[in-house]
């Protein structure tokens, strides 16, 4: 079974910034494609931020744009987002998202999430 494991969530003031981490389980982690979900109680979840499996195209949702930032290591199987000028609304439970098509599946793996609270 895959696992994937967050890292790096906390408190930070309105401006500041945080990096989270994925480490991803097992051997197959570069034919992942990854994203980083957030949700908010009492609403969906919603993507953050994608990453093609080799790190050369990444997307991310317009109200993210320009502040955070989706990498990958393929080498330590762990995938970032580095989140900067954060926000009170960037508030929420932040979740790594892995996928890999396998035909004739596509299997879809999800970690347990890490709270990201920006405050003063």
């Known amino acids: 079974q895959v696992q994937l494991v967050e890292s790096g969530g906390g408190l930070v003031q309105p401006g500041g910034s945080l990096r989270l981490s994925c480490l991803v389980s097992?051997?197959?982690?570069?034919?992942?494609?990854m994203g980083w979900y957030r949700q908010v109680p009492g609403k969906q979840r919603e993507l953050v931020a994608s990453?093609?499996?080799?790190?050369?195209?990444?997307n991310y949702a317009e109200f993210v744009k320009g502040r955070f930032t989706i990498s990958r290591d393929n080498a330590k199987n762990t995938v970032y987002l580095q989140m900067n000028s954060l926000k009170p609304e960037d508030t929420a439970d932040y979740y790594c998202?892995?996928?890999?098509?396998?035909?004739?599946?596509?299997?879809?793996?999800w970690g347990q999430g890490t709270q990201v609270t920006v405050s003063s």
């Open positions: 998202n892995g996928g890999v098509m396998i035909l004739p599946r596509n299997y879809t793996y």
């Open positions: 990453i093609s499996r080799g790190g050369t195209t990444t």
């Open positions: 097992g051997s197959l982690f570069s034919l992942y494609y």
